[in-house]
């Protein structure tokens, strides 16, 4: 009763196969199980290394919101800092050929008293009399600034604070690509409300 179980019509049993398949795998079979093996994890390669560079893609954007959203927090406290000094305006200054973010303090020129030269301020591009609050370059992505000719600034001047954007537009795009990931496109926007957004 027992055989009857094991066995079907044309005589196999389960002993009768395993002692046919006790001399391991063809050469085909070897073939086959490598090459896929070897497929997956090249691809599976290939994909960890494009989502690297994604996140940090998409951590270089974060750094450009930060430093716009850190500018005009500075504009609505009316920061002062190590310094000395009340500047009419902070902002941010960005140049797409050096890849460079600068945040900066707006300096008007010398002449009047402090409360005076704020008073009928509005706005300048950055210059080199501005005191540089932090600066930083990105690594991972390219900056595109085709609107303004490779330099942005975006200034905000308190006590609202005011926005300003050069060149002036009602809203400042800022585009983001990789040559890595070449289907990639982020971008910040800053319209002449302060209201940031990215996607």
Request: net charge negative; with cysteine; hydrophobic share 35%.
């Amino acid at each position: 009763m027992k055989n009857a179980f094991f066995r079907n019509n044309n005589g196999f049993t389960l002993t009768k196969f395993f002692r046919k398949n006790l001399g391991g795998f063809t050469l085909v079979e070897l073939i086959v199980v490598i090459s896929l093996t070897l497929l997956f994890v090249g691809a599976s390669a290939s994909y960890n290394r494009t989502s690297d560079k994604l996140i940090s893609i998409y951590r270089e954007q974060g750094k450009i919101v930060s430093k716009i959203q850190q500018a005009k927090s500075l504009a609505l406290s009316t920061y002062l800092g190590k310094e000395g000094g009340i500047g009419c305006g902070w902002g941010v200054h960005l140049d797409s050929s050096k890849s460079q973010i600068i945040v900066f303090k707006d300096v008007p020129p010398q002449g009047q008293g402090e409360f005076e030269r704020c008073k009928n301020f509005t706005g300048e591009l950055y210059s080199d009399n501005d005191i540089i609050l932090e600066s930083l370059f990105l690594t991972e992505a390219k900056l595109d600034l085709s609107q303004g000719g490779g330099t942005l600034d975006i200034l905000f001047v308190p006590p609202d604070p005011k926005v300003y954007l050069y060149p002036d537009t009602e809203e400042a795009v800022i585009n983001m690509s990789s040559e890595e990931v070449p289907n990639l496109n982020l971008s910040v926007r800053v319209n002449k409300f302060g209201q940031i957004s990215s996607d």
